[in-house]
């Protein structure tokens, strides 16, 4: 059986959360921010909704001036992040009602000044903080089975009370980590085993898709005056093969 601080050190993953305004911008490309994007190719505009509507700005982040990226995305220089005023649909296929965009040569983009003036979306910049302590949410939120039975293990011995007790979870925007679900969760890559009754007699599953993987969220903010539903988070997932991106949300 591990010790507490073995199993910790098992659970824990090194995020970058981000914080929301409280310091005055220098407005340049390496800066990361909430509610509004400049870097676009120089083909590209606001990107269109199903409805042809133009989507709104929801977040820049500039990859390089972050303390901590995931391997997914280290490569990228500069990643924007559109959003419709349509209902989304969770895991819903990119394009349609979300878009995102990665560039890895600066070279070839422009900065646009371009906005939806029906976005409701105040745009703030945001100051990075690293962080190694993230832990998965329990139920669904990312351990694995063999962990959920440590800490288990762990209560029965009376060394501890629960898993809130020696874990600790970061819900705002954030890289890495683990996503924060608001309901039994969907775990962090592409399947997810769960139980449907109380017997457990069915095993379902359910995750991001097979070879994808949680990469960032960008949660319910209240300066930038955005919400997903009601205090939930976007969380977002690549496909480490193909490139890919699926998006997942939950809410209270």
Request: proline letters at 5%; glycine letters at 10%; a negative charge.
């Amino acid at each position: 059986m591990k010790t507490v601080e073995e199993l910790q050190r098992y659970i824990q993953k090194p995020i970058t959360k981000f914080i929301t305004g409280g310091f005055r911008p220098e407005n340049t490309i390496e800066e990361s921010w909430l509610g509004k994007v400049t870097v676009f190719g120089s083909e590209q505009g606001i990107p269109l909704d199903t409805v042809g509507k133009p989507m709104m700005a929801l977040a820049q982040f500039y990859l390089p001036a972050l303390p901590y990226v995931p391997e997914a995305v280290r490569s990228t220089k500069v990643l924007t992040v559109f959003v419709s005023m349509n209902t989304l649909e969770p895991l819903e296929p990119m394009g349609q009602n979300w878009l995102i965009r990665e560039y890895e040569d600066l070279s070839m983009t422009e900065i646009k000044t371009l906005t939806n003036e029906q976005s409701y979306i105040k745009p703030f910049p945001l100051k990075a903080v690293f962080e190694d302590n993230d832990c998965a949410l329990w139920d669904g939120g990312g351990l694995t089975f063999e962990q959920e039975a440590q800490v288990l293990e762990l209560e029965r011995e009376g060394i501890i009370n629960s898993y809130y007790d020696i874990s600790n979870h970061h819900y705002q925007t954030k890289f890495g980590g683990y996503p924060s679900y608001c309901q039994p969760g969907i775990g962090i890559g592409g399947e997810y085993e769960y139980f449907f009754d109380d017997q457990c007699e069915d095993i379902h599953t359910q995750g991001f898709g097979e070879g994808y993987e949680f990469v960032f969220q960008i949660s319910s903010d209240e300066k930038a005056n955005f919400n997903v539903v009601d205090g939930g988070s976007l969380m977002f997932a690549k496909n480490k093969e193909t490139g890919d991106w699926t998006m997942y949300y939950d809410f209270y």
